[in-house]
């Protein structure tokens, strides 16, 4: 569904709208322009009272539903236990947040007409990633309601950072009066082209006019932000007195430590750990070592310089999981090092599968003027 966590943040809009048209019948979906994310509902249809309700199959179209109120207005969306609905308008997101959707659905058909409407389904739409602004949209179906199908719109909005949009497994689930316990639905058909069937007693499609029918479908997403932090230090070989500007001779050998840290509100998984050495630098042959909570916080040695060259994979990390990667280098070509002071800049990278960071390391070499 491309709805759980995806690599990088690029501004994906997973939006389809279902337009009524000119009066025509197809219940196939139309795009409806939606470069400019705002609130809406839609098709423009006839309204009707809750004193005067249509005799025939009709799906939200009363403007004062002693319930609901405007049933145009039948999606609404607030954080999750929150006590206010956000109905109208847009929703701040917060990295970490977990929110609740709610899909009203009511055939306004006059009760004992017997003018049910069939097939119906609902159809929930969610934007992959939010930076900046974006919508939500609930789309309604039906096979013998006339329109054939009525949507609406809210928006969603992120704060400081871009979140990624999860859908909570196992949330979405389907409430009647003859459900009040409710019934689980697949968030794959909730959140297919088609939607998912739902109905009075059960996923058949029926929806009646009489009280005890009116559906509601809920459904939780979650906004997560994936973000790490990198860091590496310089310490003479074996001194483990780490520093961020260490000054050296051309003689010293080093240990370079990096630390990788999730400090995200989501598990990233394969972070590969490079180190960019200068021309003035060489990795020394079996001295890498990995530190983390698989190796109980202790240094362990791993085969090969790769960490120098192509870097490491370093696995998975969960929500504020660490790592730490150590080896040693030294300094090569003395003779070309100018007197004095010589500042030479090793860089750090991670890779992960939502971006990458770096961090840049000055290392000053002191050789002495004859």
């Not at 013998?144 to 719109?153: D, L, M, N, T």
């Not at 020394?284 to 192509?310: F, L, M, P, Q, Y």
């Amino acid at each position: 569904m491309g709805l759980s966590a995806c690599r990088g943040f690029g501004r994906i809009v997973a939006l389809v709208a279902v337009l009524w048209l000119c009066g025509c019948s197809t219940t196939e979906p139309t795009t409806v322009d939606l470069s400019v994310p705002e609130q809406g509902w839609g098709p423009p249809r006839p309204m009707f009272t809750a004193s005067d309700r249509p005799a025939g199959a009709v799906l939200n179209s009363v403007s004062d539903d002693p319930a609901a109120g405007d049933e145009r207005s039948f999606l609404s969306v607030r954080t999750k236990d929150a006590e206010d609905w956000t109905t109208s308008g847009s929703l701040v997101l917060e990295p970490g947040g977990q929110y609740e959707a709610s899909i009203s659905v009511h055939n306004d058909a006059r009760p004992g007409t017997g003018a049910a409407s069939t097939e119906t389904r609902v159809q929930a739409q969610l934007p992959a990633t939010v930076d900046g602004r974006e919508r939500i949209s609930a789309v309604l179906t039906s096979g013998s309601a006339e329109p054939p199908s009525v949507w609406r719109s809210l928006v969603l909005a992120s704060s400081e950072h871009p979140v990624l949009i999860r859908i909570v497994p196992d949330s979405a689930v389907l409430r009647t009066g003859r459900l009040p316990q409710g019934l689980a639905l697949s968030a794959e058909d909730l959140f297919s082209k088609r939607g998912v069937l739902i109905g009075c007693d059960g996923l058949t499609g029926n929806i009646t006019g009489e009280d005890d029918c009116r559906a509601e479908v809920r459904f939780r997403f979650v906004a997560d932000h994936p973000n790490f932090t990198i860091t590496q230090r310089v310490a003479k070989r074996g001194s483990g007195n780490y520093e961020y500007t260490p000054r050296v001779t051309p003689a010293d050998e080093l240990d370079i430590k990096v630390k990788y840290e999730n400090t995200g509100t989501i598990q990233q998984d394969d972070v590969v750990i490079r180190i960019e050495l200068p021309s003035r630098f060489e990795p020394i042959t079996g001295t890498t070592h990995v530190a983390n909570s698989s190796t109980e916080g202790k240094w362990t040695r791993i085969d090969g310089d790769e960490v120098t060259r192509r870097g490491v994979n370093l696995g998975s990390y969960a929500v504020n999981g660490v790592s730490y990667v150590r080896t040693s280098i030294r300094i090569v070509d003395h003779a070309e090092l100018s007197c004095g002071t010589n500042a030479i800049v090793s860089r750090a990278v991670v890779e992960t599968q939502n971006g990458s960071k770096s961090h840049d390391l000055t290392v000053e070499v002191e050789r002495p003027c004859r």
